[in-house]
């Protein structure tokens, strides 16, 4: 009776799934190092292991069982670039604004969360507004 052979293993493309879906963990544990948060290659290398593994499992096991996980992956990886570079995009400006003009008066919190009147602000003396986008 001759032995048969073993059957490729399809555990790895369930772990690469695995390591895909965890992936935004990672991203969440670099997230207060600017470089790391404003990149994302430290996610994105974890997405891309995740990926890479599944496709080797396939190609080498060429069985159904390592293309059903390996689907889910590709396309949890596609949510997530989208996610990452689609989502953040910020909306066109609706109004146009020119450099020199006077800004409309509005209220804000300051840092200590008291609120600050720009229109009292001016009446002191030049002010210079910027706006960025932060991560408190």
Sequence with gaps: ???????PRVWPAYLALVITLV????????????????????WFGVIGVGVVLGLITA???KRWAAYIPLGFNLALAAFWF??????????????KVV??????DFTLNDENGQPVVL????????????FFQGHW
């Design 99 to 104: 450099v020199g003009s006077a800004a409309p």
């Design 23 to 42: 992936s935004p963990f990672v991203y969440m544990m670099t997230i207060d190092n600017a470089f790391l948060r404003s990149t994302g290659i430290v």
């Design 59 to 61: 190609a080498r096991t």
């Design 1 to 7: 009776m001759k032995p048969r052979a073993a059957k």
């Design 82 to 95: 989208y996610g990452f570079f689609g989502m953040t995009a910020l909306p066109a400006a609706e109004a």
């Design 119 to 130: 229109r009292e602000v001016v009446s002191a003396g030049p002010v210079l507004l910027v």
